[in-house]
C-alpha cells in the first residue's frame, strides 16, 4: 500500500485518507480523487480530461465542477512551506503537483488482497442486545486465546450465531488483519463454501483451487473467520478448515455448528440453553429477572408490547413459559411478542397445548421439537397474508428488499400494500429480521425460520411457482445490474447486487436441476456472467457456464446466449487452468456466434482474446496476424482506442518475433496515443491497462536494444501503475514479465529477490497457477544466478508444468536458461539435450528473439567439452549469435556474444582478434556500465589491454635482435 508525504500532510489513496500530523483532514471525495491523480504523478502534467474521468468516471460534468473542486483542494491544503505552491495550473490544459514528493510502501508484499479501505471486518450490525451470555463470552474468548479452532455447538435456535458474533464484534481491533463473517446458511452446495470465504473477504481468484488461494492468503495474515451454520455443509468446511489452519499460523476461526466440525486440533464449547428459574411455588418478579431466559423475554416482550412488566402475579407464569421453551432463545423470541395478543396466561395455555406436535418427532435432540413446535405456534397465529408471505419469501437464499419482496410474493392484481403491511408484522414477531446499511433496508429470514418455511411452502403446492418467479425476478434485476454497472461507482453497485449472488446460485440450482426449467436456467446463467467478472468468482464461472453448455441444454441457447457463454467459458478456462486448446475452441466458436450476429463488440472481444491465446501459445505468428483483423475491424467500425491499443498486441508480437525496431515504433505510438477509458466497460475490453502493460514490453525491447538503465527506469515506472491499479494480472504482468527479469538479465539478485518474494505470495494468494508456475522459473533463475544447484530441479518442474498446459511463451528462453545451468554444475550433456530442446522450441513457434541468446549457451556447453575439433564448431556458433543479434538489433544479445567470443579467442590466445570484436560493441552502450554484462566486458577489455600492453613490450626488437622485458 503506497503513501504520499508531502509538506505536514500523508496521503494514502487506498484507504481514501488524508492526514494532517494526527488529525484527519476533512476533503470531498471528488477533491481527494484529484489530489491523488497528481500526486501519483509528481512534476506531470495531468489534462483537465483526465482529471474529470477520474474524479467522476460514471458522470458527464461541465469543467467547471473541475475547477471548483481544485479551488476547495487548495483551500484545504493552504500555502505550502517557504512560500512554495502545492498545485501549479497549465493554463487550459490542466494540472501538476509541484511540490516534493515523498513515496513510501506501507507494506512489504507487493500486493495484497483487493483493497478493502479502512474495512477490517463485515459483521452486521445488531438492533437488539444480547441477553444472558456475558460468561459464554468469556469463556470461548479465552479458549480462543489458546486455540485456533473452536466451534460452538447446539441446537438450533439456542444463540449460536448472536454469541459468535458478540464475541467476534469483541475481538474486531485485537486482530491485526480484522474479523470476517461468513454466512453459510446460504450455501446449499458444499463445493461453494470456500467460494462463499473469498468472496466475503474480497479476495480475487484466478484458479480452480479456491481453497488454496484462501490459504496463502492466511499464510501470513491474523484475522479471525468466523463460519456460521456448518452443519449442512459440515464435510466440506472441515478440509477448508484444514487447509486453513495448515497454512496460517496467526489464523484463528470461530465456527457455529449443530455439530463438532471434527478435525484435529477443534476445541467445542457446547452451548447451553439460557437458564430458567426452577418451579417453585412462589417467584417474586426480582429473583425471575435474574434468570436469562426471563430477562429475554420480558426485553423482548416490552419492545413489541411497550406496556408489558414483570410483576409478582405474572413472573411464576412467565418462568413457566421459558421452561416450556426449553430456555431457546429464538423460542423465546418467537413467543415473547404474542403478549399484543394474548395474556400471559393465555400464552402459556396455548404452548401447553402444542404437546401433541412434540410426540410425532423422533430421534432427534428435544429441544429441536421445541423449537418446531414454537415455529407451528408462531405460523398457527399469524393472518393468512402473513403466512403467505412468509412461506413465499423463504425462496430467498440471502437478504432481499422490500421491493423483491414484493416482485415474487405478490400475485398479479394484488395490492403491493399488503405484501408491505405483512413484512411490517413478520419483523414485528421476530419471524424476519432487519438490516438496515447506507443503501436502503433489507430483509432475512434466520435460517431455523427459513427452513421452516420451506417446508411449509412445499406442502403449499407452490414451490415451483414461487422459485420460477423469483428465477424471474433475479432475471431482471441481472439486467438492470448489468447496465447499472457502466454509471454507478463500484462500491455503490456492489453494496446493492453483490448481496444476490446466494439467490442467483440457488436459482440456478434449481432451474437446471432436473430440467425443471431449462429456458430460465440458460438465461439466468448467461445474465450472472457479470456478477461473476465483477465478483471475481472466475472458477464459479468456468463451472457455471460449463453445465449451461451441455449438450442437452443446446436447444434453450440462441445465438447470442451461445456467443457470450462461450467468451465467459474461453475467457474463465485460459484464466483458470491455462491456455488449453479448449479455450482457443470456446473463443473461435464465440465469433463464429458473433460474426453471424453482426456483433462488433464481440467481435472485437473475441479476436483480442484469441490473440491473446495465441500470445501465451508462443504462436507470435498467428497472434500478429489476429492483431492485424482487429485492427481492420476497429478501424471500419471507427473505434479510435481500439485501434490504437491494437499497436499493443502488434508490438507484443513483433517483440518475440525478434523485429526490435518495429516493435518499438508500435508501442511508442500506442502510449503516445492512449487516452485513459471512461467507462469501466472500456476498461474491462482490454483486461489490463493497455498502456502500462506496452510499457512493460516496451522495457524489455529496450534493454534487448542495448539500454539497461532506462528499462530499469521504465519497467520501474510499470510496475509502480500496476501496484497503483490493484488489478491482480497487471501486477503479475508488471513483475513476472517486466521488472524481475530485468532485474536478473542485470544482475540485480538483491531487487530479483525483493520482487520474488512478493509475487510468490501474490500468485499463491489469488491461487493463479500459470502465473505460479512462471514466478518459479524466475525463483529458480535467481537460485541458479546464486550458486544454487536446487533452481535446476525447479525451473524444469515448472517449464513441464507450463508445457503441459499449452503455455509456451518465453519458455525456449527458460529452457535455455536450465541449459545454462546444467552445464555450469558439470552436466554437459544434458545441457545440450536441453539446449537443442530450446532451439527446437524457439524455431517451431516463431519465437526468436532469445535465438541469439540460445545459441551462445550451445556454444559455450560445446566449449566444456574436450574433443577435438570442437574449438571450430563453438567459434562458429558464437559469430552466428552476434550475426542474428546484429540483424534484430539486439545489442545486449550481442555484447553477451561478443564477451564469450571474446574469451574462447583469448584461451586460444588470439587477444588482438578478441579486443577487435568486442571493444566496438561496447563502445555503443551510452548507458548501463555499472550492470552485470557491461561490468564483465569491461574487466575483459581492461584485461585485454593490459595482455596487449605485455606483448607488446615482449616482442623482440627489431634492431638489436633480442625481447625486451616488462
Known amino acids: 500500500m503506497l503513501s504520499y508525504s508531502f509538506g505536514p500532510y500523508v496521503l494514502v489513496p487506498d484507504r481514501q485518507s488524508l492526514t494532517r500530523g494526527q488529525a484527519t483532514v476533512r476533503i470531498g471525495s471528488r477533491a481527494l480523487e484529484i489530489l491523488a491523480a497528481l500526486i501519483e504523478r509528481p512534476g506531470e502534467l495531468v489534462g483537465k480530461a483526465e482529471l474529470v474521468s477520474r474524479a467522476w468516471p460514471d458522470t458527464f460534468v461541465e469543467e467547471s465542477n473541475l475547477k471548483v473542486n481544485v479551488a476547495a483542494l487548495r483551500r484545504v491544503l493552504g500555502d505550502a512551506p517557504d512560500g512554495m505552491q502545492y498545485i501549479a495550473t497549465v493554463s487550459g490544459r490542466g494540472y501538476r503537483f509541484v511540490f516534493p514528493v515523498r513515496i513510501s510502501e506501507r507494506s512489504g508484499a507487493v500486493v495484497t488482497a483487493k483493497s478493502q479501505g479502512a474495512r477490517t471486518n463485515n459483521l452486521p450490525v445488531s438492533t437488539t442486545r444480547l441477553v444472558g451470555r456475558g460468561e459464554a463470552i468469556d469463556a470461548v474468548q479465552c479458549v480462543l486465546e489458546t486455540s485456533r479452532l473452536l466451534t460452538i455447538v447446539g441446537p438450533g435456535g439456542v444463540g449460536k450465531t448472536r454469541l459468535a458474533l458478540a464475541i467476534a464484534d469483541r475481538l474486531k481491533e485485537a486482530y491485526e488483519h480484522g474479523v470476517w463473517f461468513v454466512d453459510l446458511a446460504t450455501v446449499n452446495d458444499a463445493a461453494l463454501v470456500p467460494t462463499s470465504i473469498v468472496t466475503t473477504m474480497g479476495l480475487r481468484v484466478h484458479s480452480a483451487n479456491i481453497t488454496g488461494a484462501i490459504a496463502a492468503f492466511a499464510a ?22 484444514d487447509a486453513l489452519l495448515a497454512a496460517g499460523a496467526r489464523l484463528r476461526i470461530l465456527a457455529t455448528s449443530r455439530e463438532p466440525i471434527r478435525v484435529r486440533g477443534e476445541q467445542i464449547y457446547r452451548l447451553p440453553p439460557l437458564e430458567t428459574p426452577p418451579d417453585v411455588s412462589e417467584l417474586t418478579a426480582a429473583s425471575a429477572l435474574t434468570f436469562p431466559a426471563v430477562e429475554l423475554f420480558v426485553e423482548r416482550a416490552a419492545a413489541s408490547r411497550g406496556k408489558f412488566e414483570l410483576n409478582d402475579a405474572n413472573a411464576s407464569i412467565v418462568a413457566e413459559i421459558c421452561r416450556r421453551l426449553d430456555g431457546l432463545a429464538l423460542a423465546i423470541e418467537l413467543a415473547a411478542p404474542c403478549l399484543d395478543a394474548f395474556s400471559t396466561r393465555e400464552l402459556l395455555n396455548i404452548l401447553s397445548d402444542q404437546s401433541h406436535v412434540l410426540s410425532d418427532r423422533r430421534c432427534r435432540d428435544p429441544r429441536h421439537h421445541t423449537l418446531d413446535a414454537t415455529l407451528d405456534w408462531s405460523y398457527g397465529l399469524l393472518a393468512e397474508p402473513e403466512r403467505v408471505l412468509l412461506q413465499r419469501v423463504s425462496v430467498f437464499a440471502g437478504a432481499f428488499s422490500l421491493e423483491s419482496a414484493c416482485a415474487v410474493a405478490v400475485d398479479k392484481g394484488r395490492a403491493r400494500s399488503e405484501c408491505m403491511h405483512a413484512v411490517a408484522s413478520l419483523v414485528a414477531k421476530s419471524l424476519v429480521s432487519t438490516e438496515r446499511g447506507e443503501h436502503g433496508t433489507h430483509y432475512r429470514l434466520l435460517d431455523t425460520t427459513r427452513r421452516y418455511a420451506l417446508q411449509k411452502l412445499v406442502e403449499s403446492g407452490e414451490s415451483d411457482s414461487l422459485r420460477q418467479r423469483h428465477a424471474e425476478h433475479l432475471l431482471e434485476l441481472a439486467k438492470r445490474a448489468e447496465a447499472e454497472w457502466k454509471i454507478r461507482p463500484t462500491a455503490h453497485w456492489l453494496a446493492e447486487y453483490g448481496r444476490k449472488m446466494d439467490d442467483v446460485r440457488s436459482a440456478l440450482a434449481w432451474a437446471l436441476a432436473g430440467d425443471r426449467n431449462a429456458a430460465i436456467g440458460v438465461a439466468l446463467t448467461v445474465a450472472a456472467l457479470p456478477f461473476w467478472e465483477h465478483l471475481s468468482l472466475v472458477e464459479e464461472c468456468r463451472a457455471g457456464v460449463e453445465i449451461a453448455l451441455a449438450e442437452s441444454f443446446a436447444s434453450f441457447r440462441n445465438a447470442g446466449d451461445e456467443m457470450k457463454l462461450q467468451f465467459a467459458y474461453g475467457t474463465a478456462l485460459l484464466h483458470t487452468r491455462g491456455p488449453l486448446p479448449e479455450v482457443k475452441e470456446a473463443w473461435t466458436t464465440a465469433l463464429g ?110 534493454w534487448l536494444q542495448g539500454h539497461p538503465d532506462k528499462a530499469v527506469a521504465m519497467a520501474q515506472r510499470q510496475l509502480e501503475e500496476a501496484r497503483a491499479a490493484q488489478h491482480a494480472l497487471a501486477l503479475c504482468n508488471a513483475v513476472v514479465h517486466t521488472t524481475c527479469p530485468i532485474a ?223
Not at 220 to 241: S, T
Not at 613 to 621: C, P
Not at 894 to 899: D, G, K, S, Y
Request: net charge negative; hydrophobic share 45%.
Open 220 to 241: 501470513d495474515r491474523e484475522f479471525i473467520l468466523v463460519l456460521d451454520n456448518c452443519e449442512h455443509v459440515i464435510e466440506a468446511v472441515a478440509a477448508c478448515v
Open 593 to 702: 456466434c458473433a460474426e453471424a450476429l453482426h456483433d462488433t463488440d464481440y467481435r472485437l472481444r473475441c479476436l483480442w482474446g484469441l490473440c491473446d491465446y495465441f500470445t501465451w501459445t508462443g504462436d507470435h505468428r498467428s497472434a500478429l496476424e489476429m492483431a492485424q483483423k482487429l485492427r481492420k475491424l476497429a478501424t471500419d467500425r471507427g473505434d479510435v482506442d481500439a485501434r490504437n491499443n491494437v499497436d499493443r498486441q502488434v508490438g507484443t508480437a513483433l517483440r518475440y518475433l525478434g523485429d526490435l525496431a518495429d516493435a518499438r515504433h508500435h508501442l511508442e505510438r500506442m502510449i503516445a496515443r492512449y487516452i485513459p477509458p471512461v467507462a469501466r466497460s472500456d476498461i474491462a475490453r482490454f483486461q489490463l491497462d493497455p498502456r502500462s502493460a506496452a510499457r512493460g514490453t516496451l522495457a524489455n525491447v529496450t
Open 744 to 966: 536478473l538479465l542485470t544482475g540485480d539478485l538483491a531487487t530479483a529477490e525483493r520482487l520474488i518474494v512478493g509475487i510468490e505470495a501474490h500468485v499463491a494468494e489469488h491461487a493463479m497457477t500459470v502465473w505460479s508456475a512462471m514466478s518459479r522459473c524466475l525463483r529458480a533463475e535467481w537460485l541458479m544466478q546464486s550458486g544454487d544447484a536446487s533452481g535446476l530441479a525447479m525451473l524444469r518442474g515448472a517449464i513441464d508444468e507450463l508445457l503441459a498446459v499449452h503455455f509456451r511463451m518465453r519458455c525456449p528462453f527458460y529452457i535455455g536458461v536450465y541449459a545454462a545451468g546444467l552445464g555450469d554444475h558439470g552436466d554437459v550433456d544434458a545441457g545440450r539435450m536441453a539446449i537443442d530442446e530450446a532451439i527446437a522450441l524457439s524455431a517451431s513457434t516463431g519465437e526468436i528473439w532469445c535465438m541469439p541468446e540460445l545459441l551462445r549457451i550451445k556454444a559455450d556447453l560445446l566449449a566444456m567439452e574436450s574433443v577435438n575439433g570442437t574449438a571450430q564448431a563453438t567459434e562458429a556458433l558464437y559469430v552466428q549469435a552476434l550475426d542474428l543479434a546484429r540483424r534484430q538489433g539486439a545489442l545486449s544479445w550481442e555484447l553477451r556474444a561478443a564477451t564469450a567470443l571474446s574469451e574462447h579467442w583469448l584461451r586460444a590466445d588470439q587477444g588482438g582478434m578478441a579486443a577487435k570484436v568486442l571493444a566496438p560493441v561496447y563502445g555503443r552502450f551510452n548507458d548501463g556500465f555499472a550492470t552485470r554484462d557491461l561490468l564483465k566486458a569491461r574487466k575483459l577489455l581492461d584485461l585485454l589491454g593490459e595482455l596487449g600492453e605485455r606483448r607488446a613490450v615482449a616482442r623482440p626488437d627489431a634492431r638489436r635482435g633480442r625481447p625486451t622485458h616488462p
